[in-house]
């Protein structure tokens, strides 16, 4: 009888934690991030919309013809694009790429597309990693997307050298969307790492600009490199906010929204201070810039805007089950909500009619707030002492050691995890990796696609 009486006090617990849930996952906005962040002003976002003009210029095959260029055009000049490269020319390392001497705003520039969903080296570009494989800088970064952003560098140094060296006053900038954005991240990193082979080039005339990047690096990685690289994030993105492990990624793409929900469930209910524990952990990298479009239970867009920071906790976290997940991934949409964005930062600056001087005072005030809370973050992130060391494992987190295998002095359970325990979900994913990308037999290491599988993959 006791026992019965237990039921109800369980039923509205179980009652409660599901309410939260849903509250964090449906009705949770994600505005709601970046409500206490600083706005963004029109000089440091002015860059922005050109960029990913850039970026959509990739994916054209003939820049003098042009067959999908968004109003206004690509805001480019094809004679200057450098060198151009598409899947043949990158051999499944690296998506497609472009270099391009930008005269109008004293840049070198080279941008890199996304992924290519029809394309299975980039499936196993995404899938190349796994739970603190890779250290970089004392920090963690992700395994594939730094072999991508590495081979880059050793095919296009000499260019990017030969350019500065013409241009002395022009700045290297690197920009990319979605895994494109993940390559430029870290190219940055190894760039940083190796200025001597471009001619010991300056920090400051370095920029990067990631366009809805992937979770690519560890937090204090992160924030170091906030004054150098900047992400672009639309309103409910998915991509910066999946979960480190970027095979999440790869289910929900597969149609195997069963599985992300379940993982999504165990990652909601991990303390903030657990996460951020974890030096494995991956992150959106540098300064976020967050475009607001929409506001919590109202229909439609509306005017964009846009706030920035350097966050640490709280930095993407949340996953929002939103009809715009993906939509709001796309590169199209990216570039005309921040020309939008722009537009409306600019009719703004006109109408309070600053004065040149006041304007200059007020762009180095901007800066020296920039750097107040860059140093502030820093801090934080520092004060939290991240160890070095694995901790538990947590969200979609896994051990590295393999199921099966027992720690000193302890025990492991002979019986085998049932198929919907996250320990069998993870055995069955490393089964479907293992059968679906074997790892070539020479000594490079890279996961390849079978050639039989491709077509029965993308139909699913």
Not at 255 to 283: I, N, Q, S
Not at 351 to 360: H, N, S, T, Y
Not at 416 to 421: A, L, Q
Request: contains cysteine; hydrophobic residues 40%; negative net charge.
């Amino acid at each position: 009888m006791s026992i019965l009486c237990c039921v109800p006090v369980i039923e509205c617990v179980y009652c409660l934690g599901c309410s939260h849930w849903l509250w964090k996952k449906c009705m949770y906005s994600a505005g709601h991030e970046s409500e206490s962040w600083g706005l963004a002003t029109s000089d440091e976002f002015d860059p922005i919309p050109r960029l990913c003009r850039f970026i959509l210029a990739v994916y054209e095959e003939d820049l003098h013809n042009p067959m999908w260029a968004p109003p206004g055009g690509y805001g480019l000049d094809p004679h200057h694009v450098i060198l151009k490269k598409d899947y043949d020319q990158t051999q499944g390392r690296v998506t497609p790429y472009m270099i391009y001497l930008d005269h109008d705003n004293d840049a070198v520039v080279l941008a890199v597309r996304g992924l290519n969903l029809a394309k299975e080296s980039d499936y196993a570009l995404l899938l190349d990693n796994k739970l603190g494989q890779t250290k970089f800088d004392g920090g963690y970064v992700h395994n594939g997307l730094l072999k991508a952003a590495m081979w880059v560098f050793e095919e296009e140094h000499e260019v990017l050298n030969r350019l500065l060296e013409e241009n002395p006053s022009y700045s290297l900038t690197f920009v990319g969307h979605s895994l494109g954005a993940g390559v430029v991240s870290l190219l940055v990193l190894f760039v940083l790492q190796n200025r001597g082979r471009l001619g010991n080039i300056e920090r400051k005339r370095i920029r990067c600009v990631a366009i809805a990047p992937p979770r690519c690096m560890s937090l204090h990685l992160a924030v170091a490199y906030a004054d150098v690289i900047n992400s672009v994030v639309l309103q409910d993105d998915f991509l910066p906010r999946t979960t480190t492990a970027l095979e999440d990624v790869f289910k929900s793409i597969i149609c195997l929204p069963c599985l992300l929900c379940l993982t999504c469930v165990k990652d909601t209910f991990t303390f903030e201070e657990k996460k951020l524990k974890d030096a494995r952990r991956l992150y959106a990298p540098g300064r976020l810039y967050h475009i607001v479009v929409r506001k919590p239970l109202r229909l439609g867009r509306y005017p964009p805007v846009v706030r920035t920071a350097v966050p640490v906790d709280g930095r993407f976290d949340q996953l929002v089950l939103s009809c715009n997940a993906t939509a709001d991934h796309a590169i199209i949409w990216i570039q005309r909500e921040s020309q939008r964005a722009l537009d409306l930062m600019l009719e703004d600056d006109q109408v309070m009619q600053i004065p040149v001087e006041q304007k200059i005072v007020r762009q180095k005030s901007v800066v020296e707030e920039h750097d107040e809370e860059y140093r502030a973050a820093i801090m934080k992130a520092a004060s939290l002492n991240i160890p070095m060391s694995p901790s538990p494992s947590y969200g979609t987190f896994h051990d590295t050691a393999e199921e099966g295998e027992s720690s000193a002095g302890g025990s492991v359970n002979e019986g085998s995890p049932s198929m919907w325990s996250f320990k069998g979900m993870k055995r069955k994913w490393n089964r479907f990796v293992d059968r679906h990308f074997p790892m070539d037999d020479d000594d490079s290491g890279d996961m390849i696609l079978k050639k039989n599988e491709s077509q029965a993959l993308l139909c699913r």
